[in-house]
């Protein structure tokens, strides 16, 4: 069956610092990849998303950025971090058709 | 991509049936409309799809007139565990769902 790993559950970090968010899958091959941000009391906005290696696409511009080294690896990164960075990052991976989505457990970022 | 309309908050009590209608007025030949449950902390967990009339599995119904233009997500006697925010998106094929604000339903005792 199919798997989807996110790590950290909880991070605390100072403006300015880095980020590296990890998430890779298991059980399946060339998922379609997914970052999605929630705020507090907001919906999901979607971050980036990747239909394959080296293919990403961005949907906010921001200081963010995504990168898919391997087929079920899929990495948000940033290289200064802002205070509204601060929210619940969710990554998700569908097979393509339909769109059925299945969500990571998120990584809830603050960014002090 | 298909905008959705749906309401930003309902309250039920306990056994009683919740319908959350989700309006689509432009949505597209190919698309599919997609119901998803989030509880606090946690991602969206799908909940039910459909194309057109009616679809039921074990947790909910989905509606889906002739037209297409709105969906309705029925759930049959709910329970204060069914207290969430209830996404409805329309999309096909490789094209990245936009999540909406939701519906948030409170269930009472």
């Known amino acids: 069956s199919q798997t989807i790993h996110q790590w950290p559950a909880t991070l605390v970090q100072p403006v300015g610092s880095p980020l590296s968010l990890e998430c890779t899958v298991e059980g399946t091959s060339n998922p379609n990849l997914y970052w999605y941000r929630q705020a507090a009391g907001r919906g999901l906005q979607l971050l980036f998303y990747?239909?394959?290696?080296?293919?990403i696409s961005s949907e906010v511009p921001q200081n963010l950025s995504a990168s898919r080294p391997q087929d079920r690896q899929f990495i948000l990164s940033s290289k200064k971090l802002l205070l509204s960075d601060s929210g619940f990052y969710l990554c998700?991976?569908?097979?393509?058709?339909?769109?059925?989505?299945?969500f990571g457990s998120g990584t809830q970022l603050s960014v002090l | 991509l298909a905008k959705t309309t749906q309401p930003i908050s309902m309250d039920s009590y306990e056994g009683q049936e919740v319908n959350i209608t989700c309006s689509h007025n432009?949505?597209?030949?190919?698309?599919?409309i997609t119901w998803y449950q989030q509880f606090p902390s946690q991602g969206p967990r799908f909940i039910i799809q459909g194309y057109k009339t009616k679809v039921t599995n074990e947790v909910a119904s989905l509606f889906i007139p002739a037209d297409r233009k709105s969906s309705t997500l029925s759930l049959p006697r709910v329970s204060l565990s069914d207290t969430a925010v209830y996404y409805c998106l329309v999309g096909v094929g490789n094209t990245p769902l936009v999540f909406g604000k939701g519906t948030r339903l409170s269930v009472i005792a």
């Open positions: 998700a991976w569908s097979t393509g058709a339909y769109e059925k989505l299945f």
């Open positions: 990747s239909v394959g290696i080296g293919q």
């Open positions: 432009n949505i597209a030949t190919n698309d599919y």
